[in-house]
């Protein structure tokens, strides 16, 4: 069954809300950790709006499962995470102006620079994973430019409620994570997951992870972080066993 990584960006956007020092992602990260989930992801944005840099390093140095880096391919943020060396960084987009990531990198035409960059990560074997919406051409592209995994954008499942609109979006994170698999690449999944959606994807065979922030967070303001993750978790593998 599908792994859970927990992003704990928003704990950072709570604490940076009043610019002090709490409430701290260091300790959500370890919750989580507590609670079993097989790893934490962090997204070190361009203008800080979150995760800072000493963050990440802390991040690092106190869990012991794998930290997951979103980053953008940026020169500034690309060798902040060469020197902290994460398990994986994940290539995102970035925009200024949106509140959250709003779709995958377009991997059309020439990538000559994000090849170059993702050799950099290899060279220090660091996985490398793209976050990507799920169409074919990317895929194909993201398997040309030597990433070890993708990360398929479940945004628009996400967003078409119940009904036959999220029946064709969830047809095609499942076809192109067959084709990934087939094209040697592992196959993540993430973006607007929670536990009323989260069911459908997480039963799909392919995918070893799924990337879940948001919604545990804003849960845990209910019933606690650990609580939070261990309901996901629950929910992840009652999908697999269905």
Partial sequence: MAKLCVNVDHVATVRQARGIDYPDPLEAALLAEAAGCAGVTIHLREDRRHIQDQDVARIKKRIGTKLNLEMAASEEIVKIALKTRPWQVTFVPERRMEVTTEGGLKLAGRQGRLAKVIDRFK???ILVSLFIDPVEEYTRAAAALGADAVEFNTGRYCEAGRG??????LKKIEKMCA????????????????LQNVAPVAAIG???ELNIGHSIVARALMVGFAAAVREMMEAMERAAAG
């Fill in 164 to 169: 036959r609109a999220a029946v064709a979006e």
């Fill in 179 to 194: 084709l990934a698999g087939g094209l040697g690449l592992v196959a993540h999944a993430g973006h607007g997951l929670n």
């Fill in 206 to 208: 392919e995918i070893d």
């Fill in 123 to 125: 060279a220090k074997k």
